[in-house]
């Protein structure tokens, strides 16, 4: 299986600015990764899918790149609803997997 | 709007069984896949298994034998049974529908189930 990798485990940033989080896949996905945000006490959300394309009402300060192995979601500037859990997920092959988080939190 | 609504949360003694249901709306159900992720305290989420627009299962080989996804189109709801329980299946279980964007992202979510396998 393939293992996603997620670093660093804690960010720790201000309001306004830019957080930049990583995920490096055991083996390549080609662009098939996504990620979600989750905030304490609610479900996970679809933030970018397929490595850069904004799911559905999702603002324009979070960016996805990468491709084959190595991944990257950017925030360009943290709003205070931005500070949760964030997770990658691959589905390049079975079994789908997710990495094990990273988590946003104010300085 | 899309939901899916889960039942709620349940304690369980090892070796019993539990049976979670996740209520759908707001867009056609047998569309769509119902797929199941858990997460333990303090591990990653987890991939289960998932049930296809036609009833069909895909299941994670680590609960392969152990669980069964179903569904009832006539209440647009899925279901996930897990048996023989352990204490390390204590954790919240998801169900989420594929997104509408490609294929095995999962988009939207239910809001969880608890479930907690204790003696």
């Known amino acids: 299986e393939i293992v996603l990798t997620q670093s660093p485990a804690t960010l720790s940033l201000s309001p306004g600015e830019r957080a930049t989080l990583s995920c490096r896949a055991s083996?390549?996905?080609?662009?098939?990764l996504a990620w979600y945000q989750r905030k304490p006490g609610q479900a996970p959300r679809l933030l970018i899918y397929d490595a850069s394309n904004r799911a559905t009402g999702v603002p324009a300060r979070f960016s996805g790149s990468g491709s084959g192995t190595d991944f990257t979601l950017t925030i360009s500037s943290l709003e205070p609803e931005d500070f949760a859990v964030y997770y990658c997920q691959q589905r390049s092959s079975w079994p789908l997997t997710f990495g094990g988080g990273t988590k946003v939190e104010l300085k | 709007q899309v939901q899916l609504v889960q039942s709620g949360a349940e304690v369980k003694k090892p070796g019993a069984s539990v049976k979670v249901s996740c209520q759908t709306s707001?867009?056609?159900?047998?569309?769509?896949?119902i797929y199941w992720v858990r997460q333990a305290p303090g591990q990653g989420l987890e991939w289960m298994g998932r049930?296809?627009?036609?009833?069909?299962?895909d299941y994670a080989q680590n609960f392969q034998g152990r669980v069964t996804m179903t569904r009832d189109t006539s209440i647009s709801t899925a279901y996930m049974e897990l048996s023989r329980l352990r204490s390390d299946d204590t954790a919240v279980y998801y169900c989420?529908?594929?997104?509408?964007?490609?294929?095995?992202?999962?988009?939207?979510w239910g809001q969880g189930t608890l479930v907690t396998v204790s003696s």
């Open positions: 049930i296809n627009p036609n009833g069909g299962t």
């Open positions: 989420a529908r594929g997104c509408d964007c490609s294929s095995n992202y999962l988009d939207p």
């Open positions: 083996q390549s996905v080609s662009s098939y």
């Open positions: 707001g867009y056609s159900f047998t569309g769509y896949y």
